[in-house]
């Protein structure tokens, strides 16, 4: 695993989010870490607009899915050897705790919990400009060896 001195800058990453959904949906990373515990963090904001809402006005299931999927997906793949692996995702879930309307942002952190050579455990926590909790998620990450 990577330390904090091999970690990517944040414009590598978010360079590398054009042309994907990352992008389409407005999502922008803010930082990357590694903090006093030793954890690997990452953290992006995604505006809820036209393109991440439901017919309600509110933020819709799945965008929120998918920024919590891309904070562990971009956090995994910045915890290994990029030259040697690359991370995909092998489950995810997401528990839903409160709306963000239309005209806001919400903010996610993703947390590694186990990083392991084959697997990887990543918690997200989303929440609103207020900084209350919107969303929980936890993702497994498969590593694999690049051919």
């Known amino acids: 695993m990577l330390d904090k001195t091999t970690l990517a800058t944040l414009d590598q990453i978010n360079n590398r989010q054009q042309k994907t959904m990352s992008e389409f949906l407005g999502i922008e990373f803010t930082e990357i870490g590694v903090n006093e515990a030793g954890e690997h963090f990452?953290?992006?904001k995604m505006p809820v607009d036209e393109r991440t809402i439901q017919?309600?006005?509110i933020l819709h299931g799945g965008a929120s899915v998918?920024?919590?999927e891309t904070?562990?997906?971009?956090g995994a793949n910045f915890a290994v050897d990029r030259e040697k692996?690359?991370?995909?995702?092998?489950e995810i879930n997401a528990n839903h705790v409160r709306s963000v309307p239309v005209?806001?942002?919400v903010y996610g952190k993703a947390v590694a919990l186990?990083?392991?050579?084959t697997t990887q455990l990543w918690e997200i926590k989303l929440t609103n400009e207020q900084g209350k909790l919107t969303c929980v998620s936890r993702l497994?990450?498969?590593v694999l060896e690049k051919k």
């Open 71 to 74: 904070l562990g997906s971009v």
């Open 103 to 105: 005209g806001n942002w």
């Open 66 to 68: 998918v920024l919590a």
């Open 42 to 44: 990452v953290c992006a």
């Open 114 to 117: 186990h990083l392991g050579k």
């Open 55 to 57: 017919p309600a006005g």
């Open 140 to 142: 497994t990450i498969a």
């Open 85 to 90: 692996y690359m991370c995909v995702g092998l």
